[in-house]
């Protein structure tokens, strides 16, 4: 493809706009090196000492923002947990930080700020003093201060006016300071304390720049390995090719992801705004954070930083309701704000959930109807989801009164069109008095995605791998495919589901006949199951995808569009389109329900597990085979008894593994039922992931535990957890109840039966007393008590030293000494 | 009152496109189809890394199909809105120097053209046709797709 020149007068074209601005770039540095009289001589050191100075301020500033934003989510968890060492001195380093640069830099106003915060966290670390609510406060206002003067001083403006005096004196003990804020208690872990890693700031144009001619490199290597294939070859040349080759490959892996960041970045500032919003308010709000290492596109995050942020604060001042309002409606006092970020098929879900007074359906009508948003007739055909979509309209607000946190004239309808601009899609569900969720739904632009490519009529397309649920051949044995109305219908190991013909869908002729296509089946996001019919499967392959133009897009059917290696535009395509193009009935179905069906539609050949993430946020996998079914338990079912937690659901108690007791969250509990075809195990889980299977190796784990090994699993690593040993541990003595040893003592010792028996029990004996006919493995009795023949019998002797040389009794506070001879009568009776 | 023009030939008509719109001018050389996209969307083609999407300013224009069997095509590559586009010509001609801002055409044009119109300029080679790109780009049915 040449580039013909047409517009070399607008100066558009792509190389020419580079070179002018190299050329701008290197100017001043001409100048300085330039010819310089001696009279203007001096005055060039000394403008160069200045600029240097000017460096170092422009470093410094630098460093102090990078560090008041990675401070951020630091105090207000350390605010939570005072006694969190780690925090406390991130917070005293960057005070100190700050001082000793003022030193310098002379900025005594600034100097004095840190100084007097330095001391007070001194004392804190010096353990002379707690960190209470007004110090943590004071400290807050003095680090918002730092950052206005920074800001200013970026700026390059007078330092905002203002007596700082007040901020230090906050800070004596005892003082009467701002009302101690209430806590907004930290995310659950998911700030990490340590220091931020090293970083430069690049402008994304360079970036953009660069990754671009990746790109071209990678199209000029596919071309110079055709001409390569094309003449004689040689193999010192193909060796030297190959390395090329591969160092471009990684190359390329390297720039697409220094566009991406984690939404981390993004959730990060989340705490400290939810925490002073609430202090000025008066409300008590928990922030809940969930899923920051989705990643974005860098560009991406910024678009979506203004229209979250407004969402939070509409969630904290008219959601959450105060304290006293909340103990009325029977709820906590505390409110709760989870935000949480997952990626799903094509796009990435921001979901912000509040658990308040949620939306009034009819209010928003009326005000609609006042407003002469809608008119009454439309009004009355709204359906509930209509009514609470009208909140996105502009001038609509529910507020009686405009407040200073979110009434300031920006509506819902400026957050949706701001979100609409990148593609995305803002959704609202609420219930009034139970809170409301705000979904952000945005496109997965130049995220990178794994792909299978496939092809129709020899054109390829892309469909995203996280929607494959399995791939069948259509003439395989345990595939048929049927026409009922025309429409198709394919039975997989006897699962019927609706059969699509991606040919038909597209409108292209495909030579490949109906047997000897290849059915995908699908799940996209939130639809239910069918089968995609395909010419031919290609190749799985990680895609850089990029928004198509809104024509495209227009379809329905497809969710970006892609360069393959060879440098060839691929489109991919949207599984939840082409069902709704395609006409497949999307059923709702619970997904427990699919899940319960899961083990049906496993393929054979590879193991299918389930990916899920555990309470501590480790992303693992179980096997889908022994997974009987998903349960919702009380928490409060849940208790610490007999050595490990058991759940009580219905009228079963299951031992209950994947969870501590300290880290059970509120309310309720989700857990996984295990079924070894004898007995149950719950295992608690934050939530599901995924299906998958297992298709890479799998690293074994040296030691027996809960995890038998890490395997990749949908190019992430994931723990493999043994039900094995799941079983075996927490089972145990119940497991082998039916054909266990039986241990016969006497009824009438209390002290045997109180204290000894559990123990006899724990070792896996079933326990009779002297009047059960059962014959006994192992008969324990008291020294000089007479016994009948028996396998094995222990005699307990209530003295520690044993009486004589041919006493061969146990005294009976010999726990070592009984759990050996318990495990030997065991061992002689397994023989 | 000295805007660069770029003068093309579409289904045999002279117009001209708003030089400061127009990227760079290509030969298209592989041309990937959308399905079930509207009818004036050619395909897709790839320019290095980026993506274009391939308007058929003829089939825009409700004028019949540019026929793009016989490979090489000569396109005009906008940017709308963050999409790069290319347009397919019959042929590109020339950049010139407009001597007049637009001003309505009064006489009755055919529908596409009325559509895409955005006045008459004033050229040293005459009168000629100033063509809205965006128009171009959303196409007559783009609202009957949507």
Redesign the interface.
């Known amino acids: ?10 100066g ?3 190389s020419k706009k580079a070179a002018t601005s190299i050329g701008r770039d290197t100017q001043p540095s001409i100048t300085d090196n330039g010819a310089l009289t001696p009279d203007r001589h001096k005055q060039a050191r000394t403008q160069g000492i200045a600029s240097a100075v000017d460096d170092l301020i422009a470093d410094f500033v630098a460093e102090c923002r990078e560090m008041l934003e990675a401070l951020g989510g630091e105090i207000v968890a350390w605010e939570a947990q005072p006694d969190d060492r780690a925090r406390l001195d991130s917070i005293f380093r960057f005070v100190h930080t700050v001082k000793g640069n003022c030193g310098f830099f002379e900025f005594p106003r600034l100097e004095a700020l840190s100084h007097a915060a330095e001391d007070a966290l001194a004392d804190v670390r010096a353990n002379r003093r707690h960190p209470d609510g007004a110090l943590v406060s004071a400290v807050l206002a003095i680090i918002d201060r730092i950052g206005e003067m920074v800001s200013a001083i970026e700026a390059g403006e007078e330092m905002p006016a203002g007596d700082d005096s007040a901020l230090i004196e906050a800070l004596a003990p005892g003082a009467e300071g701002t009302a101690a804020p209430i806590a907004a208690a930290a995310a659950d872990g998911t700030i990490k304390s340590s220091a931020a890693p090293r970083t430069i700031r690049l402008s994304v144009e360079l970036l953009d720049r660069v ?2 001619t ?3 490199m ?2 000029a290597r596919n071309e110079l390995a055709r001409r390569l294939r094309e003449s004689a070859s040689d193999v010192p040349v193909d060796g030297a090719f190959e390395r090329l080759s591969s160092i471009i490959a990684e190359m390329r892996d390297a720039i697409t992801r220094t566009r991406m960041q984690r939404v981390e970045n993004l959730f990060v500032a989340l705490p400290r705004m939810v925490r002073d919003l609430s202090a000025e308010l008066g409300k008590q709000v928990l922030v809940d954070i969930e899923g920051g290492d989705v990643e974005l596109d860098r560009e991406m995050i910024e678009m979506i930083r203004d229209p979250l942020t407004h969402i939070i604060r509409n969630a904290v001042d008219h959601g959450i309701e105060k304290p006293a309002e909340r103990l009325k409606s029977g709820k906590r006092e505390i409110g709760v704000l989870a935000v949480s970020a997952r990626q799903s098929g094509n796009q990435i879900l921001i979901d912000i959930q509040d658990d308040g007074r949620g939306i009034d359906g009819k209010r928003l009508v009326e005000k609609a109807i006042a407003n002469e948003v809608v008119t009454k007739e439309e009004a009355a055909q709204l359906s509930q989801r209509d009514q609470l979509a009208l909140i996105f309209s502009a001038g609509l607000s529910t507020a009686s009164h405009v407040t200073s946190i979110s009434g300031r004239g920006v509506g819902m309808d400026v957050v949706r069109s701001n979100v609409e601009r990148i593609g995305g899609i803002v959704e609202v569900d609420s219930r009034l008095g139970e809170g409301t969720r705000m979904t952000l739904r945005v496109p997965l632009t130049l995220t990178i995605i794994p792909a299978l490519t496939v092809s129709i009529a020899g ?1 390829h397309f892309a469909i995203p791998r996280s929607a494959i649920e399995e791939i069948v051949r259509a003439n395989g044995e345990s595939v048929t495919l049927e026409h009922l109305g025309g429409a198709g219908v394919a039975t997989i190991r006897g699962r019927r589901v609706p059969a699509v013909p991606l040919a038909d ?4 002729d495909s030579p490949v006949s109906e047997k000897d296509r290849t059915l995908i089946v699908l799940r996209p996001a939130g639809g239910d199951v069918y089968a995609l019919s395909v010419d031919r499967i290609h190749d799985h392959e990680e895609l850089v995808v ?7 897009m ?2 329905g ?2 969710a970006g ?3 393959a290696d060879d ?5 991919l395509m949207d599984p939840a389109g082409i069902a709704q ?1 395609g006409g497949v009935k999307l059923e709702i179905q619970e997904r427990t329900a699919r899940i319960a069906e899961g083990p049906a539609a496993a393929v054979a050949k590879a193991t299918p597990v389930l990916l899920f993430r555990g309470l501590d946020g480790g992303r693992r996998a179980l096997r889908l085979a022994v997974v009987d079914r998903i349960e919702e338990v009380a928490v409060s079912s849940i208790k610490q008894a007999a050595g490990q937690l058991r759940a009580q659901v219905g009228k079963a108690i299951l031992p209950l593994a994947g969870a501590k007791l300290e880290d059970l969250p509120d309310g309720k509990l989700r857990m996984f039922r295990l079924n070894d075809g004898s007995h149950e195990i719950g295992y608690a889980f934050a939530e599901v992931v995924d299906f998958a299977t297992i298709d890479s190796n799998v690293i074994h784990s040296d030691c027996p535990g809960e995890v038998s090994g890490v395997s990749l699993i949908n190019g992430e690593p994931a723990e493999l957890v043994d039900p094995h040993w799941l079983f075996a541990t927490h089972v145990g003595s119940a497991a082998r109840k039916h054909d266990a040893l039986v241990c016969r003592m006497p009824a009438d010792d209390p002290w045997m039966q109180n204290m000894l028996r559990p123990m006899v029990e724990a070792a896996g004996y079933r326990v009779v007393t002297d009047g059960d006919e059962a014959s006994a493995d192992l008969i324990i009795a008291r020294e000089g008590d007479e016994i009948g023949d028996a396998v094995h019998a222990i005699y307990l002797r209530s003295e520690p030293e044993p009486n004589g040389k041919k006493d061969d009794s146990i005294y009976r506070y010999d726990r070592a000494g009984l759990l050996i001879a318990l495990k030997s009568a065991n061992a002689g009776r397994s023989k | 009152m000295n805007e ?1 023009l ?1 003068v093309v030939t579409i289904a045999g008509e002279r117009v001209a496109f708003p ?2 719109a ?9 041309l ?7 009818a ?2 050619a395909g ?8 274009l ?1 391939v ?1 058929d300013c003829m089939r825009s224009l409700e004028l019949g199909e540019t026929d793009c069997s016989d490979g090489i095509r ?1 396109a ?1 590559v906008v940017e709308l ?3 790069h ?1 290319a347009l397919i010509v019959d042929m ?1 001609e020339d ?1 010139i120097e407009a001597l007049s801002d637009p001003t309505p055409v009064r006489a009755a044009m055919g529908a596409g053209w009325e559509r895409v119109s955005q006045g008459m300029v004033e050229t040293e080679e005459g009168p000629l046709l100033l063509v809205d790109v965006a128009a171009l ?3 007559s049915d ?1 609202r009957a ?2």
């Open positions: 493809m040449a580039d013909t020149l047409a517009s070399s007068a607008n558009s074209n792509g990754m671009s990746v790109s071209d990678v199209l054109q869908i597209l409108g292209l990029k928004p198509a133009a809104p024509a495209v227009a379809t059917l497809y569009t892609t360069l440098g060839s535009p691929i489109l193009v | 660069l770029l030089a400061a127009v990227e760079s001018v290509v030969e298209l050389e592989s990937i189809p959308v399905p079930r996209a509207a004036h969307v897709l083609s790839a320019l290095r890394s980026r993506v999407t308007i000569e005009a809105d963050g999409h586009y590109v950049v780009i959303a196409g783009a797709a949507a």
